[in-house]
C-alpha cells in the first residue's frame, strides 16, 4: 500500500468555482503533514502546512483527520493562476526531514 | 539568500555514456534529497543524505546510479552507464532535519538519454 494516496483527478473547474482535493496517509506516526503545489515544468514548492485544528491562507483551507488518517485541500473562488498539480505531502518525525509524496492532483482552471 | 542549485539544466545523452548531475543545496541545511519524476511513477525518493551521510538509498535503481555528498554544500548523483529509461527530471531538495521544516526543491536537471 503506498504511503500517500490521492486522487489524481485532473479537476476542471470554471474560474470562482470551489474544489476539494482529499488525501490518506497509511502510517500512524506521520507527524507533520503539507501541501505542495507543482507548476508545469517547475519544482514542487510548499503551499502550506496543514495543522491538527485546521488552517487557512485566504483561498485555501486544510483539515486534517487523525482518526481516520485523512487530509484535505479546500480552493475557494479558484483563479486561472491556480492551475497546477497539488501533491499531499507527510513526513515522519524519525526520518529526519524525509517527505512521502502523493502522485498529486492535476487542477485546471478554466475562464 | 540562493535555493537549492543544480546543474545542468538539461541534459542530453547517448546511451552509455555516463552522467553526473550536481547539487548544491541550501546553506545550513542538514538534509539533502535526490528525487527522480518521470510521468507514469511521479516523484520518487533516490536517496537521502543527513550531515553529508547517505541515510536511505533504497530507491536507487540499481547499481547503474551512485550518489555522493563529499562536504555540507555539494552533492553528485551519477549514472554510468545511463539508458533510455533514465530519461526524467531529477530534483535535489534540502532541509533543516527538526520536525515539520519545509523541503525547499531546486529547479531540477531534464535528462534526456537517446
Known amino acids: ?111 | 539568500d540562493a535555493g537549492v542549485i543544480q546543474s545542468p539544466r538539461h541534459e542530453v545523452t547517448e546511451m552509455g555514456q555516463e552522467v553526473t548531475l550536481r547539487c548544491k543545496p541550501i546553506s545550513g541545511h542538514n538534509s539533502l534529497f535526490w528525487y527522480r519524476q518521470t510521468m507514469m511513477r511521479g516523484l520518487e525518493l533516490l536517496i537521502y543524505f543527513n550531515n553529508n551521510v547517505p541515510i536511505d538509498d533504497s530507491g536507487m535503481p540499481e547499481d547503474r546510479f551512485s550518489a555522493k555528498m563529499p562536504n555540507a554544500s555539494f552533492s553528485t548523483l551519477k549514472i554510468q552507464p545511463s539508458e533510455p529509461r533514465d530519461s526524467a527530471v531529477y530534483f535535489c531538495a534540502s532541509t533543516r532535519t527538526t520536525s515539520g521544516d519545509t523541503q525547499y526543491f531546486g529547479p531540477g536537471t531534464r535528462l534526456t538519454v537517446l
Not at chain 1, 3 to 19: I, L, M, S, W
Not at chain 1, 22 to 50: G, I
Not at chain 1, 84 to 99: F, H, K, N, Q, W
Request: proline share 5%; aromatic share 12%; hydrophobic share 30%.
Open chain 1, 1 to 111: 500500500r503506498k504511503e500517500v494516496e490521492q486522487d489524481p483527478g485532473p479537476f476542471n473547474v470554471p474560474e470562482g468555482a470551489t474544489v476539494a482535493f482529499n488525501c490518506t496517509y497509511s502510517n500512524s506516526a506521520s507527524q507533520s503533514f503539507f501541501w505542495y503545489r507543482q507548476d508545469c515544468r517547475k519544482e514542487p514548492k510548499l503551499l502550506m502546512s496543514v495543522y491538527s485544528s485546521g488552517n487557512e491562507d485566504g483561498r485555501f483551507t486544510a483539515q486534517l483527520n487523525r482518526a481516520s488518517q485523512y487530509i484535505s485541500l479546500l480552493i475557494r473562488d479558484s483563479k486561472l493562476s491556480d492551475s497546477a498539480t497539488y501533491l499531499c505531502v507527510v513526513s515522519r518525525s524519525s526520518t529526519l526531514g524525509r517527505l512521502y509524496f502523493g502522485r498529486g492532483t492535476q487542477l485546471t482552471v478554466w475562464p
